[in-house]
């Protein structure tokens, strides 16, 4: 758990968010996945994907989606908190 005094030094990961619904096989049923694109580093993703994903709240600018990701079996409980960007 990252304390709240350390969010504002943590680098932002950029990339297309995505969220989608699915059949999961490891929770044996639907379940939506968000997921975080990262096409400059040529790779899939860019964080590891939030499972069981909900959107907490969604303002203009922000939004905030909660959920678990799974990392070597372990699973850890995770908010993500997301910058959108302003229309031009």
Known sequence: ??????????KPVTGELRIEEGRSEYLTRFMRTARLLDF???RLDA?????????????????????????EDVDYAQTWLVALPQPV
């Open 47 to 71: 964080l590891p994907p939030l499972l069981d994903a909900t959107v907490l709240w969604l303002k203009p600018g922000s939004m905030a989606i909660t959920g678990f990701e799974q990392i």
């Open 40 to 42: 400059a580093l040529q």
């Open 1 to 10: 758990m990252v304390p709240r005094w350390q969010l504002s030094t943590l």
